[in-house]
């Protein structure tokens, strides 16, 4: 459990009789100026992540300035901004002055952090903790490398904890705007289970199953009303074509809605609303991307639900892959094993036939029985500039190592897995369980166990050095203080 830094009600009212002019002046024994020297350091070493080449021509002084002007004024908004630096960066070739000065450019640029900043701290309501001038000196130190008051790892987690402090005060005060709103709808049948539950549209079915599988229509929003995330791609669409197959397993079914489930049937709508505990907790739900969060922690949420239907767990994944299977097995030039794969010859291969537990290089795309496309190893052999992928038949799964033998050097095939020839029943990484998979192959070359993998094995591995480990472990830790 992370410990929290609780902020005393009385710093968010205090505030000294006159602002530092530099950071010789700050008072680090004031909680209001820490934190926004803090905050203002931090958006100003977000500029590391631009080209040196680039930050370089930037005018420190109007950096500063708009960064200063943005954050600390409601009525300006940094659209403009965001245009001219789209414009100016559009050739990918640094950055175009023809229509703007250096000046402007470098203006817009502090620009755009400062509202971003502001806009933060408003949907948070944190803004009047923060002093503009303090996180001003806080930025431009930054920027110049000077922002050494505060250690790095004690300002990201002050940082952190900040946050963490205003989602939960916000959160507790949303619940208890919404109890009072409707006081019918508080559930608190257990002291830490409480929850307010709204029936929008009685259901008709049968009442939820925890043990199934859910087509549903999920949309989890936070306290401000924004969708964090949600099932709906189109809301012109039909129901069905927004839904999607969760089960309680998922991280998107938080703990309230498991708890609030004995009171949903099939074909109801409900609103659910909850504090963080019975949400997404102390530790709220990362991007899977690494790009920060996208349900913070101690984020209290609103759920809006509808089960359409309910199955037997995994039932849906396996119908769509016997789908996809009897589909393989009427393209032409088609084999169906008694093992259950289906081979189909695209392209027939003119080298020597794989054998058995022989070590193989070969290019591949598998898709799932979705048709989602998870792994193109034409994609990463370009990006990474490296060759086709080499492996052995005795450490792929058991559908590669009866279907490959039967490929030659040079063709190109379509493998298609039931699920107990590939992953099985438990799945893998990104790979659900009892998911049928679709494999694009193409054999480049093949040869005796050892001559291909062995070899890759014992290429020289690259090493890191002690300053490259320490730039991983800052942004590790800045990463786990956004």
């Not at 002055?97 to 933060?120: D, P, Q, W």
């Not at 009892?434 to 890759?456: D, H, M, N």
Request: net charge negative; aromatic share 8%.
């Amino acid at each position: 459990m992370k410990k929290l830094i609780f902020i005393p009600i009385t710093a968010f009212f205090v505030a000294c009789s006159s602002s530092p002019k530099d950071a010789s002046e700050i008072n680090l024994e004031d909680f209001e100026q820490r934190i926004s020297y803090a905050l203002g350091a931090d958006i100003g070493a977000s500029f590391k992540s631009i080209p040196e080449e680039i930050f370089a021509t930037l005018n420190k002084t109007e950096l500063e300035k708009g960064f200063y002007d943005y954050l600390s004024s409601k009525d300006l908004s940094a659209k403009d901004c965001n245009d001219m630096l789209e414009e100016t960066h559009a050739s990918g070739q640094g950055i175009d002055t023809t229509n703007y000065t250096m000046k402007e450019i470098s203006h817009c640029y502090g620009a755009v952090f400062g509202e971003g900043l502001r806009k933060s701290l408003v949907v948070k309501n944190g803004l009047d903790i923060v002093n503009f001038d303090v996180a001003r000196i806080g930025f431009a130190n930054s920027l110049v490398g000077a922002d050494t008051i505060i250690d790095l790892n004690e300002r990201q987690t002050m940082i952190m904890n900040f946050h963490n402090d205003l989602n939960k005060s916000n959160g507790e005060k949303f619940m208890m705007d919404m109890a009072k709103k409707n006081p019918d709808n508080v559930k608190d049948e257990n002291p830490d289970e409480e929850y307010i539950f709204i029936e929008n549209t009685p259901g008709e079915g049968e009442a939820i199953d925890l043990n199934k599988e859910f087509d549903i229509l999920l949309t989890i929003t936070s306290i401000t009303g924004d969708t964090l995330v949600s099932t709906y791609e189109n809301t012109g669409l039909p129901e069905f074509q927004n839904s999607m197959i969760l089960t309680t397993d998922d991280i998107l079914i938080p703990q309230v809605w498991k708890i609030a489930a004995k009171d949903m049937k099939v074909g109801g709508d409900y609103s659910v609303y909850s504090s963080y505990e019975l949400a997404f907790g102390e530790d709220g739900v990362y991007s899977p991307n690494g790009q920060g969060y996208f349900i913070q922690p101690f984020t209290a949420i609103g759920i809006h639900t509808k089960v359409l239907k309910q199955a037997e767990r995994y039932s849906s994944i396996k119908e769509q892959g016997r789908e996809m299977i009897e589909a393989a097995k009427q393209r032409p030039n088609t084999i169906v094993d008694p093992s259950g794969f289906v081979l189909t010859t695209l392209e027939e291969g003119t080298g020597k036939k794989v054998k058995e537990g022989d070590d193989v290089q070969a290019h591949y795309v598998l898709s799932l029985s979705n048709g989602e496309v998870i792994q193109n190893s034409y994609m990463t052999s370009a990006q990474g500039n490296q060759p086709a992928p080499s492996f052995s038949l005795n450490s792929v799964v058991k559908g590669w190592q009866l279907a490959i033998p039967k490929m030659r050097e040079g063709g190109r095939y379509r493998l298609v897995l039931p699920y107990d020839l590939g992953y099985g029943e438990n799945g893998n990484r990104g790979i659900q369980p009892y998911e049928t998979l679709s494999f694009e192959i193409e054999v480049i070359k093949s040869g005796a166990p050892g001559t291909l993998v062995q070899a890759q094995q014992m290429a020289p591995q690259q090493q890191i050095s002690p300053e490259q480990l320490k730039q991983l472990q800052e942004e590790l830790q800045k990463q786990q203080g956004q």
